[in-house]
């Protein structure tokens, strides 16, 4: 053994022990960490499922798979990994003998394949990878010092060190095997064939000139150079707990298994329950919890273990801050620097949380102050320093009030997140906090939660006002406890939902609803004025409590009545009712009213037949005269909570799609990355004071489509959208488009007359066009 491999055995053994010890400490320190926080149940059931979850987003790269290139690039540097440690084994016998290959598998031709292949698709990979880094860095992009950079706030060092140690060890890996080949041929093997080094023979042609011994020597030296390289990173990672884009190809395993839902679905749809040690709180158990008992998340401590998990998992890809719709119109929240934020100051206060209370004068001032300092407050920020915003360190607020009240829950920031983090529920428990132990929330709620408690609805309107859409219709509007004395009696129960009630524009929808289950002979009712708000703003407000009552309140009525299929028109009582309220006993077949319709329209129950040229608005009967609610072009924003958070992306395109002479045109941002509208999260009723608006930048889109109606789905939508319209308009642009609800166009285009029959009025029917009609948009 020469003095190389003495040396390279000794220097490689050393940093190798030392890297081992450090890593070891580190997980304990996770661990330690992780149990700081609260119980999250639920986390470890159906381990079958969550085993075939985990497999299809680990193989399949499927929540990569927004970014495609993205997804093919880190999918053969994320596999290398794994594969490519057998190569790491095998330098380590070649510093002893270079001619070392792994017992059994060494010389077997597969294996030697696999490595080549993941060798140089681990090289390619990660240059890509940084390559779209330079070309997506902040100081090219758009915005107050680059902001329109997914990676603007990222650690960039840590990137570039992790990028640089796997474009070092695939670089290493290839030269030995070069070598290999180049030994393989001196020495006469037999193995120097394409058949053992399909992909790096011909780069051991650079060495053919070389002596036998020289050739030993470099692969000695490589091999030395790429255990130091390996091992130095485990050092780094090992003395940064908060490395999230190097500890996620750790931790990404554990929290995609242990993400809410077993099946894979995103952690979207209901929020979880307001918990105190691992079980839920409401009005009967209350009055048990402590006097110090946290409602919400008032400290990094009070987050879950999951959610601690969460936090150090994310590996600072910006994907959700690029989505974020605050953050898209210069507000200070970004997801990514928010979960950055929580994750340092977690493993920042950790030494606290974990030292013995006669142990901790010994961690200094500097811990002390850090314990002290509130999650969220004012930090002082400028709104020209978003970072600002985020001190994980203090001294005032960790993260600044504006952060989080600036969110509109829209699930961007979880649908897109690769690791699967629960951005939502993190911000909806902080905001519980302030609301349930702080009483500090923005003033226009104060309004919004005194309306819904003494009027059951935002708008603070009387309850026998919820009948008022009904007017005038030309058929009976049942109602459940006068008309019919059971849900049972009827198809189905008609939902009506505050804004369908009170607000103008969404009764157009009600009453477009309405008229269209009556033509198409499905049956009905409604509650009158025994409904009341579902509770969705408020329990996103952060004011739990008050959508218990409301929601307590519904449950009880609909389980009264016997409800058991119910149709609504918002895309927020939708979600509500069918995801939130079997929290409180209510569980419920719950359509969309863009289902049910586009189920009836595929049952022939009702005929799109009338051109937009053609359609005078509505049915000779109907009192819906609106004359603009169909065109020749539409564009569809997708309301988050009926795409996003429930998957419903292709009943309102059918439907559109099912309009003779209508053509789609898709806004860029659509389906599951969709823009926001602005109004989710309580966001509806409080004032935009930072930045732009969401709903102007929304609306601005649509208007470049060129389509001359925006179709929607949602009443909160229909209110952003209508209100950033009409600003437009103000200004000279889109003064020939209309926002309308898919269920008006429908009723503009379907046979006239009852039951699907023609009427006798010439105008109804539809105008002959030799077009072919457009087949439906899936």
């Known amino acids: 053994m020469s003095a190389l491999q003495v040396v390279a055995l000794v220097v490689c053994g050393v940093v190798t022990l030392v890297a081992i010890a450090l890593f070891a400490r580190v997980v304990r320190h996770f661990l330690s960490v992780f149990r700081l926080g609260q119980p999250a149940p639920g986390r470890t059931d159906d381990k079958g499922a969550r085993t075939v979850t985990l497999l299809r987003e680990f193989l399949g790269h499927t929540r990569m798979s927004r970014l495609p290139v993205v997804a093919v690039a880190h999918w053969f540097t994320m596999i290398s990994f ?89 670089i290493c890996i290839g030269l030995l095997r070069a070598l290999e080949w180049t030994l393989a041929r001196q020495l006469g093997t037999g193995q120097d064939t394409a058949l053992h080094f399909p992909l790096t023979g011909w780069i051991g042609n650079a060495f053919t000139g070389l002596s036998t011994d020289t050739v030993k020597n470099l692969i000695v030296v490589i091999a030395a150079i790429k255990i130091l390289i390996s091992f130095a990173w485990m050092i780094t990672i090992s003395l940064q707990p908060t490395m999230g884009v190097a500890w996620h190809r750790f931790l990404a395993f ?78 200070p929240l970004s997801p990514k620097m928010l979960v950055m934020t929580l994750r340092d100051h977690a493993h920042a206060k950790a030494p ?66 690769p690791v699967d983090i629960e951005h939502v529920d993190a911000i909806v428990d902080m905001r519980r906090y302030q609301n349930l132990i702080e009483s500090a929330f923005p003033n226009e709620l104060g309004g919004l939660f005194k309306n819904l408690e003494n009027k059951g609805n935002p708008w603070g309107m009387a309850a026998r006002a919820r009948l008022d859409w009904a007017k005038d219709l030309p058929f009976e509007v049942k109602i459940l406890g006068q008309d019919v004395d059971s849900a049972d009696d009827v198809d189905y129960l008609f939902w009506v939902g505050c804004a369908g009630a009170y607000e103008d524009r969404a009764k157009k929808t009600t009453r477009a609803v309405a008229e269209l289950l009556d033509q198409a002979g ?5 509650l009158g004025d025994g409904e009341s708000c579902t509770g969705d703003s408020a329990r996103r407000a952060g004011n739990e409590f ?159 489509t060129g389509a001359e109606r925006i179709a929607i789905g949602c009443p909160f939508c229909r209110v952003m959208m209508s209100d950033g319209l009409t600003a437009a308009q103000s200004e000279g642009r889109g003064e020939e488009v209309e926002v309308v609800d898919v269920a008006q166009m429908l009723l503009a285009a379907v046979k006239r007359g009852d039951g699907g029959q023609p009427a006798d009025a010439p105008a109804a029917e539809p105008t002959p066009d030799p077009e072919p009609e457009p087949a439906p948009v899936a």
């Open 82 to 170: 794994g594969v490519l440690f057998f190569t790491l084994v095998n330098a380590f016998g070649q510093l002893a003998d270079p001619e070392f290959a792994l017992p059994l598998i060494g010389h077997f031709f597969l294996y030697e394949w696999v490595t080549d292949v993941f060798a140089f698709g681990g090289f390619i990979g990660i240059v890509l990878l940084m390559a779209i880094r330079q070309k997506n860095h902040p100081r090219s992009a758009a915005g107050e010092g680059g902001r329109r950079s997914r990676f603007y706030g990222s650690t960039f060092w840590q990137a570039y060190y992790v990028e640089l140690t796997i474009l070092g060890v695939t």
């Open 254 to 331: 554990f929290n995609i298994f242990l993400k809410r839902h077993a099946d894979g679905r995103t952690s979207l749809g209901e929020l979880q329950p307001l918990m105190v040690g691992g079980a839920p709180v409401d009005f009967e158990n209350i009055e048990e919890l402590d006097e110090d008992a946290a409602l919400g998340v008032g400290k990094v401590e009070d987050f879950t273990w999951k959610g601690l998990l969460d936090f150090t998992t994310c590996t600072e890809c910006g994907r959700c801050q690029s989505q974020c719709p605050a953050w898209n119109t210069d507000k």
């Open 352 to 417: 606290w949380l974990l030292a013995a209370e006669g142990d901790r004068e010994a961690l200094g001032e500097s811990a002390a102050a850090l314990a002290e300092v509130p999650l969220i407050g004012d930090t002082g920020y400028d709104i020209t320093n978003p970072l600002g915003a985020y001190n994980p360190h203090g001294p005032d607020a960790v993260i600044d009030q504006d952060v989080l009240w600036s969110c509109t829950t829209c699930g961007a920031c979880v649908e897109q997140c």
């Open 522 to 526: 499905v049956s009905f009712a409604i």
């Open 546 to 704: 008050l959508f218990q009552m409301l929601a307590q309140q519904n449950v009880e009525t609909l389980n009264e009545v016997g409800a058991t299929k119910i149709v609504v028109t918002c895309a927020h009582c939708f979600n509500t009712i069918k995801n939130e309220y079997p929290q409180l006993g209510g569980k419920y077949e719950v359509v969309h009213h863009t289902q049910l319709l586009n189920r009836l329209v595929r049952e022939k129950k009702l005929v799109p037949v009338a051109r937009p040229a053609g359609a005078p608005g509505a049915s000779p009967k109907s009192t819906n005269k609106d004359v603009a609610s169909t065109a020749e072009t539409v564009t569809y924003h997708d309301p988050c909570y009926l795409g996003r958070h429930n998957g419903v992306y292709a009943p309102p395109r059918e439907l559109i799609g099912a309009l003779p002479g209508v053509e789609l045109k898709e806004m860029e941002r659509t389906k599951e990355k969709s823009f926001c509208c602005g109004a989710g999260g309580a966001r509806m009723w409080m004032e935009e004071k930072l930045g732009t608006r969401i709903n102007t930048n929304r609306t601005e889109e649509a208007i470049a």
